[in-house]
């Protein structure tokens, strides 16, 4: 079996933590076991960590009284008395780490009368070291609980010294100061640590502003020539050891890295961080650009950084990569905003950009961002030159960069409700090709697709699955941050499974006022309605589907001919049948002027409640006339499927595609 091992989970980082989680999902049936320690804060740091993974977590709890007394009393035997014992033990208030200090204090022979603080005992032993130990071990603490040989070497006085360093390093870990361990980040370089954090921050606390400052930098400079990959902690090193410009550019490092592992918001803090840092000119500007950049994947921080993108935007070459950013942070104002007149003018300014040739990645993003929000908007005609522009892009650099690829496929698989199957494999290829990238988002996205796609075409258990195991959480993947759950509470309901439902539904619409998001709210009050109407609220159903056609007519034209069509079915369930085809017909002609549907809810759904608002309001001619083109259709969609099993289960399992097919039969006497 594969065993993996991680010490201090909580200072871990969000991109590692994902990627065991993807692996935990994806191997879930070869050997693999993750072993992971930390400190109770990692709850705080990682809130549902591992959440579905067979995860067994062990709580530590304090050492109880008669615990901490066998174990003082088994070490010291009769060289303490019963108050002493009890005195120890009172004051390690059940950590193991003070007990074992307080008994070796006793042990050691420094008399009855033991600190009142293990800070105090920390200090008295560190103090009772010589003067070449201490120093020693205010060199390590500059590089954290963990440290180098070499490193120490380095802030102290070079290599003529190492043999003596060596062996003083060696004398600490004689007496449990320090430990050893088994391996070693960099080849070639004994690491050692700190045996416990306390020892480490009285190390540190004891340094002199000026050895602090001048100890990060020279840390700094000796990780970046061994090849350190954590961005990050070189940029806290060069910040503490006032090299703002190195800082800069591993902090503008470490927030690509942080994007790239799908934590978006932790891009933007870091990328903050190196804003916030005296640099100027070049360097500036591409950190402002990484900030805006994220909000592409996080919309709700866009309204904080408006200021930064019309700076960018001012002071960048017009096509360079930072432009490219800052539109995207304006754009996603405006989309966060409801602003549709803006956000028109934006991909205009987008489109007739030359496009520099480090801007190829950023572009794409913008683009695949405002086709997105145009078509959902109702601006279909409009995104039709950025998604030739998208396009123009993917064949320039198809082997160059494969996050381009994956964003035009991400695109062109929202515009169709006419070839599933067609779709699910573009799906399958944004994903792939999210994956050569890098991109954990786009992977994510593209896996949402897919599963939405299997829905289409009728492989519920299939969608339900992929949607469930999702490698990364609805708030990681931008626009399309409400999609995953709506489908959930659709594809649950089309099931029965309507209490689960209701609960999705719930979270679509809390995810979507938590973001700012109108057109994601008017999709929240969507499935509500629908899952209301299955339940049989009737009168819940009507005020939800009120609020979404509200909601979608003036955000999220697309989606509204879905609505309608859940408003049409719920009148026809109230006994309304002339105000359910009213709403049918509506979203008929909606549907006929955009061309394209929600993929929620397939654009069968929406024409049979049509053939059912007709029949019922006795326009029984128009309403034969009208399950002939609904079947003809889905005939159509099911012709290119060349997947026996998806064929089927389109024409069988699809809920409305089999309804349909069964009025065909019994009204045309017509067979599939």
Partial sequence: PVVVLLEDLHWGDRPTVLLLDAALRDKEDHPLFVLAMARPEVREVFPKLWEGRSLCE??????????????????????????????????????????????RWTAEGKGPHVPETVVAMVESRLGALDDEARRLLRAASVFGEVFWVGGVVALVGGEARRSGITA??????????????????FEGEEELAFRHALLREGAYA??????????????????????????????EHFEKGGDWTRAGQHYLRAARQSGWGGDGLGAAALARRGIELPVEGELRVRLLGALCETSIWKPETAASMQREAEELVQVAARGSAPWVQGMIGRFTGATVGGRIEEILALAVELQQAEVAPDA???????????????????????????????????????DLNPLVVSLF??????????????????????????RRSGSRSMDTVGSVFEA????????????????????????DIGHVTTYRSFALAWLLADRGALREAEAFAAEVMALARSRALPGDEGRGHWIIAEVRRRAGDLDGADD??????????????????????????????????????????????????????????????????????????????????????????????????????????FLESVPENRRTLALAREWLGEGV
């Fill in 168 to 185: 003083s390093l060696a004398a600490l870990v004689e007496q449990e100061v320090l430990l050893r361990r088994r391996e070693s980040r």
């Fill in 544 to 649: 939800a589907i009120e609020a979404a056609v509200a909601t979608l007519r003036a955000y999220c034209p697309r989606d509204l001919p879905g609505a309608l069509a859940t408003k049409a079915a719920l009148r026809l369930a109230q006994g309304r049948p002339d105000e359910a085809l009213a709403a049918a017909e509506e979203g008929m002609a909606l549907y006929g002027v955009t061309g394209m549907c929600s993929h929620f809810f397939r654009g069968a759904f929406l024409r049979l409640v049509h053939v059912e608002s007709l029949e019922a309001a006795g326009r029984r001619d128009d309403a034969r006339a009208a399950l002939a083109e609904a079947r003809a259709r889905i005939l159509a969609i099911a012709g290119p499927i060349d997947d026996p099993g998806y064929r089927t289960s």
């Fill in 360 to 398: 190829v990645e950023p572009m794409a993003l913008a683009l695949g961002a405002a086709i997105f929000v145009l078509d959902m908007t109702g601006h279909t005609r409009q995104a039709e030159p950025l998604l030739a522009m998208l396009e123009g892009l993917m064949r320039a650099y198809a």
């Fill in 452 to 475: 939405i796609h299997a829905w289409c075409l009728g492989s519920a258990e299939e969608a339900e699955r992929a949607l469930r195991v999702a490698s990364l959480s609805n708030t």
């Fill in 409 to 434: 496929y991400g695109c062109t698989v929202m515009r169709s409700d006419r070839d599933f199957f067609g779709s699910l494999k573009d799906a399958g290829k944004a994903r792939e090709m999210a």
């Fill in 58 to 103: 062990l709580r530590l709890s304090e050492l109880g009284r008669r615990a901490g007394e066998r174990l003082a009393r088994h070490v010291l035997g009769q060289a303490a008395d019963a108050e002493t014992i009890a005195r120890i033990v009172r004051l390690s208030e059940g950590n193991a780490f003070y007990l074992e200090e307080l008994i």
């Fill in 206 to 235: 004891t340094l002199t502003s000026d050895d602090r400052t001048l100890g990060h930098r020279l840390a700094g400079q000796w990780l970046e020539a061994r090849g350190e990959q954590d961005a990050r902690a070189l940029a």
